[in-house]
């Protein structure tokens, strides 16, 4: 055995797995083709990841910590396929025209993702509704065009692709659906269980959303990770520079306990949710708040930073509202200009929002998250501290921005690229600036939080953010840990 060998078993956690690893690392060389009798620390490493998964972690940090550090997902090949991008899809929709198709298309597919539902197959279109005799309880698929909530009755205006009609929800309707009703959001397709009225009106009884099924999601056969992130706001002057500096030795193997060692050594992919840099002229008075006042020299900063990111590790982004693209939803991706400075420090996949990728299999969908500030408006209960709630809601509704016309720019594309087809196995945003993460339906969804400070313009907001926490998510186990950066 190689002296190097030798050291780096007396570094080993000593439990009896040793002698195992040895057995196994000999079994391994007699089998090999090259008669090589002396064992390296190489051997010894790929035993290890091969035959024992999770002790693959060395403890001890600091300046010895380098030496120790193993990656795992060095080891692993990348393994993503870009499902959507709304980048090359986008068109110069404005007129009257394209706002009805918008809206017929996001109409008709989302009518059909509610008829797969067994509860929805019976629905009819609001004619036939109205058509039928009085008393008659009925499913009907609609839009929301209105809604007026009163002490306890609720007034909303429904259309389908030929009518419009109205209906109203009654005081006398059972607590637990009235507050169903009353997390309604302005557009969204729906499922209304109604009994016809008088004068064509309806009486709401029930409402149903899309809503993903409950199902169970295969992770990764490999044990790697994904880092979760967004909202970096390089070039604001309240851009933790510490914390991320921090994030970046642990995945070099500089930092942590050995338990984060050992994750940070399977981190293959890191992927972030938009916000990459704060952007000029977002919000009221924001250049007295910006360390970089050109948005080039923001997107050099960026690219400086993610250079010393490990260049097995694939780093996939998309755009946020402060970043240099358009601001009506769908984004494309940073335009050549901003993304070359990226692309000399490192290679990065750069995609629009929302995105849609597999990662080993798993179905992730980026979208950064303008909308949550709409779901959080409008819907009671909803704050700005469980973003993760908000993010639910757009699950429910298969759409992620429902409300057109309030905080978020939608562009009224002949498709709509904002319905959610396929329920993703990960759902990752940002934007709120608060991480949080839950488990939904099978659905593991993380708001990223954020790498930037509370600014003043937050703060007058009432916004309180938690930035510099990493969500990490193990892509094998589907499941979330974090570390906080904060603290050094
Ligand atoms: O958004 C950062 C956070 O600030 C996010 O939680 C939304 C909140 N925010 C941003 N603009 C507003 C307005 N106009 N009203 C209320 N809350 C707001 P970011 O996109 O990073 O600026
Ligand atoms: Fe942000
Ligand atoms: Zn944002």
Known sequence: MEQDAFSFLQEFPTNGDLEEVLKRTVEVLNQSVESRKIITRKDLQSTIASYFPSKRHISSIGSTGKDLFYSLAKDVEADIQIVSDPTKELGTAGDIKDFLQYFQDRFRRLRQILKQRIDVHDAVSIADAQHASSKREMKIIAIVTEKKERKRSIMIQIEDLENVASMIVLPTIEQAVFERFRQII???????????????????????WPDVPERKVTGATVPVCAALLSDIHIGSKTFLDEPFERFIRWLNGDLGNSKQMELAGRVKYITIAGDLVDGIGVYPNQEAELSILDIYGQYQSFAKLIERIPDYIEVIVIPGNHDAVRQAMPQPALSKKYFEPIMEAREVISLGNPARVKIHGVNLLMYHGRSLEDVIGMVPYMTYQTPEKAMEHLLRARHLAPVYGKKTLISAE??????IDEPPDVFQCGHIHVMKSEVYRGVNIVNCGAWQNQTEFQRKMGLVPTPGILPILDLQKLQMTSIDFTKS
């Open 186 to 208: 302005l557009d969204e397709v729906l499922c209304f269980h109604v009994v016809k009225g008088q004068d064509n009106a309806f009486i709401g009884k029930n409402v149903l």
């Open 414 to 419: 002949m498709k709509d690229h904002l319905i």
